[in-house]
């Protein structure tokens, strides 16, 4: 049963500390996505890739924040600096490539990395 | 822009209770509309999609229709059972060949036994 994994499950870190959360998409699914999850925001939408290429990263802070895909099956998302405030629950989720405008790009989601910045 | 509304939670039912979660949508051309659910401590699944008007999804005894004549996708159930204890997400893929999601706010679901 192939499933999209995270790692860290978890991650306790001090303010001003470089974090860097790992996503392992499934096999053969070409896009990648990066969500943050928070009570009071929901889910937002960080990045997207689609074959390695960012394809929309505006949901993102672009000074502390950076998503990469070295390979196909590695997808990064790093902060650095952290900030109390970047405390969530971050998710990456991959989907199969579509098959024209009628696909329906169904999304495949990771257990999340939940962030604490003190 | 696209976009997606989902009644405001939480929700709670008796088991066996009837389950209807509104979403309604807006978007150009054709989404192709979906739910999600969320148990504690995971990430989302998807439960059901459709992709064209009038189409019906289901999964787990959950059904929803495509309805573009009243942009909607409610999400129902007939009987609900305390497993079912989760967060539902209506989401909407837009027309363009992108794969990106919007999703709605979530509505929270608590069935008591």
């Known amino acids: 049963d192939a499933r999209v994994t995270q790692t860290p499950r978890h991650k306790v870190t001090e303010m001003g500390q470089e974090v860097t959360m790992r996503c392992q998409p499934i096999?053969?699914?070409?896009?990648v996505f990066w969500y943050r999850q928070t009570m009071m925001q929901g889910l937002e939408l960080l990045a997207y890739?689609?074959?390695?290429?960012?394809?929309?990263d505006s949901g993102m802070p672009k000074d502390r924040f950076s998503a990469e895909m070295p390979d196909a099956t590695l997808a990064t998302l790093k902060i650095q600096p952290s900030e109390p405030r970047d405390s969530a629950v971050y998710f990456c989720?991959?989907?199969?490539?579509?098959?024209?405008?009628?696909?329906?790009?169904?999304?495949?989601f990771g257990p999340g990395t939940r962030l604490t910045v003190t | 822009g696209n976009s997606v509304t989902q009644m405001e939670g939480p929700v709670t039912l008796s088991e066996e209770a009837f389950l209807t979660i509104n979403c309604t949508y807006t978007?150009?051309?054709?989404?192709?509309l979906f739910w999600y659910v969320q148990y504690p401590g995971e990430g989302l699944q998807l439960l059901l999609k459709?992709?064209?008007?009038?189409d019906k999804g289901s999964n787990k005894g959950f059904e929803a229709t495509y309805r573009k004549e009243t942009t909607s996708f409610h999400l129902e159930k007939g009987s609900v059972q305390v497993s079912d204890s989760a967060v539902y997400f209506c989401?909407?893929?837009?027309?363009?060949?992108?794969?990106?999601?919007?999703f709605g706010q979530g509505t929270t679901l608590q069935v008591k036994p």
């Open positions: 978007a150009t051309g054709y989404p192709s």
């Open positions: 459709a992709t064209k008007a009038d």
């Open positions: 096999l053969g699914h070409n896009t």
């Open positions: 989401a909407l893929r837009g027309s363009s060949n992108t794969g990106k999601l919007i």
């Open positions: 890739f689609r074959n390695r290429a960012p394809l929309d």
């Open positions: 989720a991959s989907g199969p490539r579509g098959q024209g405008a009628r696909s329906s790009y169904e999304q495949y």
